[in-house]
């Protein structure tokens, strides 16, 4: 399969906790960004890590990157009602996408 | 200012017809893309023009053609509408080639909901 993977699917969570969720790739890559899709709307970057990069912050966002691994995580801290979206990983200069992770937050 | 914008929003069709959906952005970028978003949600890119030029062409059927008037517009023209290109249609954006380079950050447009009956 040419398509990128988040994981899990779906992940439901209080308001306050943090919510980690995964993408994997198959290629190598040069960089590998984040982005956000709000129920019908447009996606929206959040972050970027290069492959010679491991971590990076961006206010309550941590991106990790294991290129041994062909792996990444986006880890939202003290989540709120408004991160309730979907979350996609995108690799190999934005080709390849996975169908995203659902995340609800209960208030 | 809308940064990308296309149009129409939502477009409800018959199998057979043709239809066309456009995108113009506005932030100077010198990228544009298509991108198709199905049913389970999984982005797929169809094409990409760098400075009018057709640099990314990935399996698409024929009966879609892009056109790129100016590097500020990406029109999306299918013919033939097939139940199965009912999707949602999304145009973006970015600065720097797509291949070979680092691309940017994307820039989306809010997406055209295709509906073919």
């Known amino acids: 399969s040419q398509q990128g993977e988040e994981d899990p699917q779906a992940l439901s969570i209080q308001e306050g906790e943090n919510a980690t969720m995964n993408c994997s790739y198959k290629?190598?890559?040069?960089?590998l960004q984040w982005y956000r899709q709000n129920s019908g709307r447009g996606l929206v970057h959040l972050i970027l890590?290069?492959?010679n990069e491991r971590e990076k912050h961006s206010g309550r966002l941590r991106v990790t990157l294991d290129t041994s691994k062909k792996s990444s995580s986006l880890l939202i801290t003290a989540s709120r009602a408004a991160d309730t979206a979907s979350y996609f990983c995108?690799?190999?200069?934005?080709?390849?996408w996975g169908a995203g992770t659902k995340l609800i937050i209960k208030p | 200012d809308t940064a990308v914008s296309q149009t129409p929003k939502y477009l409800v069709t018959q199998m057979g017809n043709d239809k066309s959906i456009k995108c113009e952005q506005n932030?100077?970028?010198?990228?544009m893309y298509w991108y198709k978003q199905d049913s389970k949600k999984f982005l797929k890119i169809m094409f990409s023009?760098?400075?009018?030029?057709?640099?990314i062409n990935e399996t698409v059927p024929n009966r879609f053609s892009p056109k790129s008037p100016d590097k500020a517009h990406l029109n999306l023209h299918i013919n033939s509408l097939e139940l199965g290109d009912s999707a949602v249609y999304f145009c973006?954006?970015?600065?720097?080639?797509?291949?070979?380079?680092?691309?940017?950050?994307?820039?989306f447009g809010e997406g055209s909901r295709l509906t073919v009956l």
């Open positions: 932030l100077g970028h010198d990228t």
């Open positions: 290629t190598s890559i040069n960089n």
């Open positions: 973006a954006s970015s600065q720097g080639i797509q291949a070979g380079t680092t691309a940017g950050e994307l820039f």
């Open positions: 023009y760098n400075n009018k030029e057709l640099i």
């Open positions: 995108a690799s190999n200069y934005q080709l390849i």
């Open positions: 890590i290069r492959s």
